[in-house]
């Protein structure tokens, strides 16, 4: 087994392809599918359910009737813990299924999926099972003559909607901390991804997560994600994706019951190199992986870099040396960095924005042309846009690919004023040896995550979300227990 290739691996791989409803697995109530494209290679690789409506109506039910009849919110968060660290095992056991899965649904290299996506799956799940029967309740300070209780319940249902980028982890941060408080979770996988979540909701199933609380719908954005979003009887609506769609759910969420709705959306983050940067190679080669990880397919990817006027020569030179590094190649080979672009919308949508930029004035100095056509797969090679302006689009619009668009300044203060110059505000980055100018760039960072001397540090135990139209919301960390509760108020009067 251990001398099989990936390829072998992937060839004996069966995987599931119906929705998760009230404990089964089932077709769309239509019957309807929809095919998967396997972006390397062009071919069909699987038709999956396509949940509308009426199934949306089934698992919200079923969802409701489970968390009514309190055999998961009722449970101690102890009990709960020990079944979803059980899922987190599973999770862990099937890693390699979860990997392939993923590679082949969305084009990422297999050591990316092996190395990040199913370890971060499984450590999300254990994380928040380990929480949650560590977090307190609050006594307030009033008069001798009451006790005052501030208590958190679960919310009820919860839908999340998950893009197709990382797909498991992106709904691990969501399905971990809303298990966790005692909510039923129903997850809409991307249309373009929806193989893990469905492996997902059999290993939840086989942890002993009861029937109805964890739910997998496969389907449409508008389909099954609208009618989600519109149904009265979810308490909670949790979004990872564009601003775009985010936007759309927030006034869903008004049109209908007013649920609770976090969105979690695009970057376009700023990676700013100051003059003082005391390891120049390391700050080149990471702003290369900002860019390149994962096909470029990443919320917080250094897509705009702001190199100091003096360094300007010597950091691009770096940068382009680095960039060789990152050239695209079979997902399924163990040592492949760039994998294909998730499909023929998103490689067209990637290749548009690079003619943009070269009307726009930009010097594209490295990349930008499709490669490995002979595969019918869709790979680009990573593209840099040097002498970029703020005025651009390419620097303005999140392209959600592989596109560096770099530009200059001579200040500190013009480099903050450039960053901030956004409509989002995910993540930043600055690379400088004087600390004073690290946390004061940081403080005036308009981002929910900033990087100091470094690219995407983060953990289970740091929130993450965006400022301004990044979103609205903070997954990981405790503070992400809060989103999926209400907070009740007891006031008890002593006699
Ligand atoms: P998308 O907005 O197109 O789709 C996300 C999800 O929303 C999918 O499941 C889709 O089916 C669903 N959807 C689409 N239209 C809908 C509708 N009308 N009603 C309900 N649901 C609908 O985003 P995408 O292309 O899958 O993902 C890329 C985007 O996600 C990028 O903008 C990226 O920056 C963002 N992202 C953000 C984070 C973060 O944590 N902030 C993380 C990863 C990705």
Known sequence: MDNMTWHDKAEALSFRTQAFINGEFVNSASGDTFEII????????AHVARCSEQDVNSAVEAARAAFESRVWSGLAPSERKAILLNYAKLIDEHKEDFALLESLDMGKPISDAMGYDAPATARCIQWNAEAIDKV???????????????TREALGVVAAIVPWNFPTVMAAWKIGPALATGNSVIVKPSEKSPLTAILLADLAKQAGIPAGVFQVLPGFGHEAGQALALHNDVDCITFTGSTAVGKKLLSFAGESNLKRAFMECGGKSPHIVHYDVKDIEKAAATAASAICYNQGEVCTAGSRLLVHSSIKDEFVALLLKYMENWQPNDPLLENTRVGAIVDAAQYERVLSYIDIGKNEGATLAFGGQPTMTQTDGYFIQPAVFTDVTSDMRIFQEEI?????????????????????????????????????????????????????????????????????????GRDKSLHALHKYTEMKSTWIELD
């Not at 396997?38 to 690789?45: K, Q, R, Y």
């Not at 307190?136 to 501030?150: C, G, H, K, M, N």
Request: aromatic residues 10%; glycine residues 10%.
């Open 136 to 150: 307190y309740d609050e006594v307030a300070p009033v008069t001798e003559d009451a006790l005052a209780l501030v």
């Open 400 to 472: 959600f690919g592989p596109v560096l668009c770099v530009t200059t300044f001579d200040s500190i203060e013009e480099a903050i004023t450039l960053a901030n110059d956004s409509d989002y505000g995910l993540a930043a980055g600055i690379w400088t040896s004087d600390i004073s100018t690290a946390v004061r760039c940081s403080r005036a960072l308009r981002a929910g995550t900033v990087f100091v001397n470094n690219w995407d540090g983060g953990d289970m135990t740091m929130p993450f979300g965006g400022y301004k139209q990044s979103g609205n």
């Open 38 to 45: 396997n972006p390397a290679t062009g071919h069909s690789l």
